[in-house]
């Protein structure tokens, strides 16, 4: 099999063990018993090596349904939710050592703050997986320029061939793979996710609905996450595959309770995570009636998504 194939492949299975580690954050298997849910969420991290550890995602995620859409939901700001379209959003998604420390705050307890919490959050295994990253990056660039600057192959002489195997080989089986996979799961859900003119809680507001055509190739190494992520917000305590299996009915029951399909954001190049517009419910309403109206139609959507996407999985079971 083609070295590019290999990456393809194991991207596409990848995104999968991103959605069982998200279940287990949630603690939708083996809720009477932490020893499993610890063993499986370290199995599907030493799968996963640039991201976070997922005990450290947990509160994020957490804090994520509280508080999506604002300055505090840190988990989907920090891959690029709310961020100006342009080439530093691009290397922020694909590396998230570097979406942080573009974006350190200047006040120096703070900035120690955020420090201590990524040394915490990636060690150890995030820098294993970041130090080999950074290392067949730089090994390649110098043995690519090398010629170019005149160097020959002096420059990259005295690596030991055994090294440079290995190192291709965990890149191609285990570092690559998950580059791609980061970029298009960053990419869809920082744009289906919704940055400001959210009001807190409203789930209605917080996400959108991606289904267009040309976003099929993303989609596939993020189990589909544009389509079906919304649904999650509604129905928290459904694991991924019943969300897979019942897309089409959640997909009616949200769009016929406003939700929104495919705003695909500005000509100015600022995407979904800067809305277009509001949300119908916010027009010309007073503050204390707008909410009493989002409430009571947050509350029916949920309340018909959970029924009707529970029929659908008994019908399919």
């Known amino acids: 099999m083609a070295w590019w194939v290999t990456i393809l492949v ?143 192959a002096l420059a990259t002489s005295g690596v030991p061939a055994t090294v440079v195997a290995v190192l291709n080989f965990l890149a191609v089986v285990w570092l690559l793979p998950n580059v791609l996979r980061m970029f298009c799961l960053h990419f869809i859900s920082s744009n289906m996710h919704y940055y400001g003119g959210v009001e807190e809680g409203t789930v209605v507001e917080q996400t959108q609905v991606l289904t267009k055509w040309y976003l099929a190739p993303m989609q596939l190494f993020c189990m589909n996450f544009g389509s079906s992520h919304a649904i999650h917000h509604f129905v928290p305590g459904d694991p991924f595959y019943v969300r897979m299996m019942t897309v089409r009915v959640g997909h009616e029951v949200m769009r016929a309770n406003g939700v929104r399909f495919n705003d695909m954001g500005r000509s100015d190049g600022r995407t979904a995570s800067t809305p277009l517009r509001r949300h119908p419910l916010r027009r010309n309403r007073p503050g204390a009636i707008r909410s009493k109206a989002v409430h009571r139609r947050r509350v029916s959507l949920q309340s018909r998504l959970h029924v009707e996407v529970a029929e659908s999985a008994d019908a399919l079971a």
């Open 10 to 152: 194991i991207a596409a299975f990848a995104s999968i063990r991103h959605e069982l580690e998200h279940d287990l954050i949630h603690k939708l298997y083996f809720t009477r018993s932490k020893t499993p849910q610890n063993i499986m969420m370290a199995v599907v991290w030493a799968k996963r090596p640039l991201t976070i550890s997922p005990w450290s995602r947990r509160d994020l995620q957490l804090r994520h349904h509280k508080i999506s859409g604002t300055k505090g939901d840190i988990e989907e700001r920090t891959i690029t939710n709310g961020e100006h379209f342009n080439l530093r959003r691009l290397a922020m998604m694909t590396d998230l050592l570097a979406s942080a420390l573009m974006r350190l705050p200047k006040r120096p307890e703070t900035r120690s703050f955020v420090l201590r919490s990524l040394r915490h959050a990636f060690f150890p295994q995030t820098f294993v997986g970041l130090g080999l990253w950074y290392g067949f990056l730089a090994f390649h660039a110098v043995d690519l320029t090398s010629p170019v600057l005149g160097l020959g």
